[in-house]
C-alpha cells in the first residue's frame, strides 16, 4: 500500500517538471506561432525526461547515492567541476525565472508590481525549506497543483482538430520562419529535460530510501508522472493554438498568458490559470533551491538532506539559503520574467551533455549496478539522448541569436 501511495504520489509530482514557468512559457509561444506543430518536441522531452529519471531513481535505488555523489567519484574532480558549474548556472537562471513567474501571477491577481513581490515570494520559500522537509516540498505544492487540470479540461472545451494534433507528433519543417521554429523547439526540450529534474530525483530517491524493491515504483512514476505533466503542458499548446494564433497575438511577456484559457473558462479560467502559475511556479522554486543546495553537499561531500535539521548540515541549508535570496534580486529590480525563462531554457538544452553522457558510463558499471544495469532499451535510448544532447550544445546559442527575437 505505501508503494502504491509514493506511485501517486509521484504522478502527481511529475506536474512539476512539465508545467512550471518553462513550460508555460514555451508551450504558450510554440502554440501561438505554430499551432500544433511543435508538439514532437514536447512528447520527446517528455520520453526523455521519463527515460532519465528512471535510470537516476534506479542508479540511486541500487546504489544508495546520488548521481552527482558517483559522478564526482568515477570522473574525477576535474570534469565535475566542469558540470557543476555548467548545472549550477543553468540552474540559478531557472531559479530566478520561477521566482521571477510567482511575482508575475501575484501581480496579475493584485495589480501590485512584480517586483515588489520577489523578496516576499523568496523569503517565504526559504522558511518553507528552513521548517519543511523533503515530503512537504516534494509532494504539497504539486498536490496543490493538480489545478492544472484545469488546463486540459480548457483544452478539450477549445475543440482542438484532433487529427491534425495526432500528426504533430510527427517532426515536420516550419512552414514560416525557420530560425524561430527550432529556437522554440529547443527551447522546449530544454524547458523538459533541464537537469535539475533528473539531479532532484536522484536525490530524492536516497532521500526517501528507496532499495532494489522500488524499481517498479521508479518506472510506474518516471513514466506515468512524466506524461501526466507533459499532457497538461501539451494542453497549453492546444489552447495557444486555437486562442492566440487567430489573432496573431506574439507572447512577449507573461501578462498576456491571462487571457489563454478565459476563452474556453470564462472568466474562472483566468484566476485558474494564476493561480496554477502560482503555485507551480512556486513548487519549481524549492525543487531548484533544493537541487542546487544538492549538487553542491553532494559533490563536496558535506552533509545534506532537508530532512535534516538546519543546524545538523548548515552548509547545505547556507547553499539554499543563499541561492534563493539571491536569485530573486532580478525580479525585484523589474527585469523581465519571460526573457530570462527563454535563456535560461536555451542554456538548459546546451548544457545536458555534462550530465546525460557521464549516465552511459554509470548505468553499465557492474561494480555499481550489479545486476540491475541497463538493458538494450534503455542503452539504446540512453545514447540517442545523448547524441541528441551533442546536437542541443551546438546549436543552442546560435539559434537563441537567430530565433530569439
Not at 489563454?260 to 470564462?266: A, I, N, Q, W, Y
Not at 544538492?294 to 552533509?303: C, D, P, R, S, V
Not at 541549508?317 to 534580486?329: G, Q
Request: with cysteine; glycine share 10%.
Amino acid at each position: 500500500m505505501k508503494k502504491w501511495v509514493e506511485i501517486a504520489l509521484g504522478i502527481v509530482t511529475g506536474i512539476g517538471g512539465f508545467l512550471e514557468v518553462g513550460s508555460i512559457a514555451t508551450s504558450a509561444q510554440a502554440g501561438s506561432e505554430f499551432r500544433y506543430q511543435l508538439a514532437w518536441a514536447l512528447a520527446l522531452g517528455v520520453i526523455s525526461l521519463a527515460f532519465l529519471m528512471e535510470m537516476t531513481g534506479r542508479l540511486a535505488a541500487v546504489s544508495k547515492r546520488t548521481y552527482v555523489d558517483l559522478l564526482r567519484e568515477h570522473f574525477g574532480m576535474r570534469f565535475f567541476l566542469v558540470a557543476l558549474i555548467a548545472v549550477f548556472v543553468v540552474s540559478f537562471m531557472v531559479l530566478m525565472a520561477e521566482i521571477g513567474g510567482v511575482a508575475t501571477a501575484l501581480q496579475m491577481a493584485t495589480g501590485i508590481a512584480s517586483a515588489w513581490w520577489a523578496i516576499p515570494v523568496a523569503v517565504i520559500g526559504w522558511m518553507v525549506l528552513w521548517r519543511g522537509t523533503f515530503g512537504i516540498v516534494e509532494q504539497g505544492t504539486a498536490t496543490l497543483g493538480l489545478l492544472a487540470i484545469s488546463f486540459a479540461i480548457g483544452a478539450v472545451k477549445a475543440h482542438p482538430d484532433w487529427g491534425a494534433l495526432g500528426g504533430a507528433f510527427i517532426p515536420s519543417r516550419p512552414t514560416a520562419n525557420p530560425a524561430r521554429y527550432w529556437y522554440l523547439a529547443v527551447s522546449i526540450l530544454g524547458a523538459s529535460i533541464s537537469p535539475y529534474l533528473y539531479l532532484f530525483y536522484s536525490a530524492g530517491a536516497v532521500e526517501d530510501g528507496w532499495t532494489p524493491d522500488y524499481r517498479s515504483v521508479n518506472r510506474i512514476t518516471a513514466g506515468l508522472g512524466n506524461l501526466f505533466g507533459g499532457t497538461l503542458a501539451l494542453a497549453v499548446i492546444v489552447t495557444a493554438a486555437l486562442v492566440f494564433a487567430p489573432a496573431h497575438v506574439h507572447i512577449d511577456k507573461f501578462e498576456q498568458l491571462g487571457s489563454l484559457f478565459v476563452s474556453p473558462l470564462g472568466r474562472a479560467g483566468f484566476w485558474l490559470f494564476v493561480a496554477t502559475l502560482c503555485i507551480t511556479c512556486f513548487g519549481a522554486t524549492l525543487e531548484i533551491a533544493l537541487s542546487i543546495a544538492y549538487l553542491i553537499a553532494q559533490g563536496f561531500g558535506w552533509e545534506w538532506s532537508e530532512n535534516l535539521r538546519p543546524g545538523r548540515d548548515s552548509r547545505f541549508s547556507t547553499v539554499y539559503t543563499v541561492a534563493i535570496i539571491v536569485a530573486a534580486i532580478p525580479a525585484a529590480l523589474g527585469i523581465s520574467a519571460l526573457s530570462l525563462t527563454n535563456m535560461s531554457m536555451v542554456l538548459s538544452a546546451a548544457s545536458l551533455p555534462f550530465t546525460v553522457i557521464p549516465l552511459i558510463a554509470l548505468m553499465n558499471d557492474g561494480k555499481v549496478m550489479g545486476r540491475y544495469c541497463n538493458g538494450w532499451i534503455s542503452n539504446i535510448a540512453l545514447v540517442a539522448i545523448s547524441m541528441m544532447s551533442i546536437v542541443l550544445f551546438f546549436v543552442s546559442l546560435p539559434l537563441q541569436l537567430k530565433g530569439g527575437g
